[in-house]
């Protein structure tokens, strides 16, 4: 399986930037998808992005054109540019690890399978 551990969190003032990272175990170059999620005090975990091993990136509502999901170069570090935060989006936030399987030529998902310990985002208003 994979080794996830966020870092990078803490607290920001609303408006501001953070970008916490998770460093990654290896994967299979062709076949992964990582992704970041965000548990708020008292709610579910919900999605935020994800980045494909092909480079393809999908966001919900919320994250679209405020923050973005991206790879270094070497694929072992998962960034999570933050801008224009808000106190709303404090919450724990958690990275994901997992694989998928080929059918005929494409790619589908499986369930992501591997989660790191998570890393707290503060935002002060």
């Known amino acids: 399986g994979a080794n996830l551990v966020e870092s990078g969190g803490g607290t920001v003032e609303s408006g501001g930037s953070l970008r916490p990272y998770c460093t990654t175990s290896?994967?299979?170059?062709?076949?992964?998808?990582l992704g970041w999620f965000r548990q708020a005090q008292g709610r579910q975990r919900e999605w935020g992005a994800t980045?494909?091993?092909?480079?393809?990136?999908h966001y919900t509502d919320f994250m679209k054109g405020r923050f973005a999901i991206a790879q270094d170069n070497a694929k072992t570090t998962l960034y999570l540019q933050m801008n224009s935060i808000q106190p709303n989006d404090t919450a724990m936030y958690y990275c994901?690890?997992?694989?998928?399987?080929?059918?005929?030529?494409?790619?589908?998902?499986?369930?992501?399978?591997?989660w790191g310990p998570g890393a707290q985002v503060t935002v002060s208003s």
């Open positions: 994901a690890s997992g694989v998928g399987s080929y059918c005929a030529g494409y790619w589908y998902p499986l369930p992501f399978s591997w």
């Open positions: 980045i494909v091993h092909n480079g393809v990136t």
């Open positions: 290896y994967h299979n170059p062709d076949n992964y998808r």
